[in-house]
């Protein structure tokens, strides 16, 4: 999913191409693969795709985000774990203060 042939600046984080037609959620041009592809794509990928939308959704709905103690964006630790899915080497750690009561 970071092949130069398919994407634009690969490593650059840009949320942009997601409103381009660069997009391929369901793997048709095998250039995005979370689900998987083929025949044997995820059967769960709508409800998979809802869920992380409404959990996102709602996160920063309720609450402001803030890196703790001042530190910077650029300060922030990327380093990744190889696996199967990629995942922090270490937690990210973010002060979460309420927009308004929560009941
Ligand atoms: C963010 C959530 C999810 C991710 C990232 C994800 C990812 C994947 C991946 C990578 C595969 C393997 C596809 C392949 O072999 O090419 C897979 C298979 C599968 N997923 Fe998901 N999945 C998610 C959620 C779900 C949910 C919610 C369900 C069911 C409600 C589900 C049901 C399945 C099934 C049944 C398969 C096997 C399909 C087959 O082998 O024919 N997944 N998923």
Redesign the pocket.
């Known amino acids: 999913m970071r092949d130069p042939t398919y994407w634009k600046d690969p490593e650059t984080f840009n949320m942009e191409r997601v409103k381009t037609d660069e997009q391929d959620f369901n793997a048709s041009r095998f250039q995005y693969?979370?689900?998987?592809?083929?025949?044997?794509?995820?059967?769960?990928?709508n409800?998979?795709?809802a869920?992380?939308e409404i959990i996102l959704v709602n996160l920063i709905y309720h609450f402001d985000w803030e890196l703790p103690g001042g530190m910077r964006v650029e300060e922030l630790d990327m380093e990744e774990t190889m696996g199967l899915?990629l995942t922090r080497k270490n937690p990210l750690y973010l002060v979460a203060t309420p927009h308004h009561k929560i009941i």
């Open positions: 693969l979370p689900y998987g592809g083929g025949r044997r794509i995820c059967t769960g990928i409800f998979g795709m869920s992380i899915a």
